[in-house]
């Protein structure tokens, strides 16, 4: 079975300074990648994915993540986070060919102003 | 709009007596799955289903059952609530990339808006 791990649980970062959580999974062939953000009270939206080709894929809000297959990780990263992406993030992982998803545990990001 | 809606949002239930939480979307999704979210657990998948009649079960099914008799909806049962059932579930839906094979993971998730229930 598949499994998604999210390192770090809690991040606090001020304005304007740069975000990479990590995201690492644990499958032997291929799949699809997912980030979602869950703001404060509300549900999942889909921040971004992968599927195939260019590893570096771009989400909404300025968000982007790097598919690094050797290494089973989908990292996300922003360059300049604000006060408004204060919010827990969840990578998700779907092995081809299976219908069934695996979240990791969320990492809850905290922006000060 | 397109939406997934679950009801209701929030349910105090006793132990034993069942209930059932509804899942509707308006997107002609194929794919449907429910899960419940716990402090410090994440999400956890319950069941999904790839098409109408088509359930099979996520990595914590028991004690739920679900049905996709029609493709937009797909209620999740507790017959028997306990309560280590209380959480916040929430119903998910996507199209299937049906060009890449027979069985096929979901694109992105569109998310309900969630059901806190506690049973008590």
């Known amino acids: 079975a598949q499994s998604v791990s999210q390192h770090n649980h809690h991040v606090i970062l001020s304005e304007a300074a740069s975000l990479e959580l990590g995201c690492n999974y644990s499958y032997g062939g291929t799949v699809n990648l997912f980030w979602y953000v869950q703001y404060p009270g509300q549900h999942l939206q889909l921040l971004l994915k992968y599927f195939s080709g260019d590893p570096l894929v771009k989400g909404i809000k300025g968000f982007e993540a790097e598919f690094i297959k050797s290494k089973f990780s989908f990292n996300l990263r922003k360059p300049s986070v604000q006060w408004s992406d204060t919010a827990e993030y969840f990578c998700?992982?779907?092995?081809f060919g299976a219908g069934k998803s695996t979240f990791g545990d969320g990492t809850t990001l905290t922006v000060k102003p | 709009e397109a939406q997934v809606t679950q009801n209701p949002r929030y349910l105090i239930t006793v132990t034993g007596k069942k209930l059932t939480v509804t899942c509707s979307q308006n997107?002609?999704?194929?794919?449907m799955s429910w899960y419940r979210q716990d402090p410090g657990l994440g999400l956890r998948q319950i069941y999904y289903s790839m098409n109408v009649e088509v359930t099979d079960k996520g990595d914590v099914p028991e004690g739920y059952k679900v049905s996709r008799k029609e493709k937009r909806n797909f209620p999740l049962i507790l017959e028997s609530p306990s309560p280590n059932q209380t959480s916040l579930y929430f119903c998910a839906s996507s199209f299937l990339p049906f060009d890449r094979g027979d069985r096929n993971p979901p694109y992105g998730y569109t998310f309900g808006s969630g059901t806190r229930l506690t049973v008590v």
């Open positions: 998700a992982v779907n092995p």
């Open positions: 997107m002609n999704h194929e794919y």
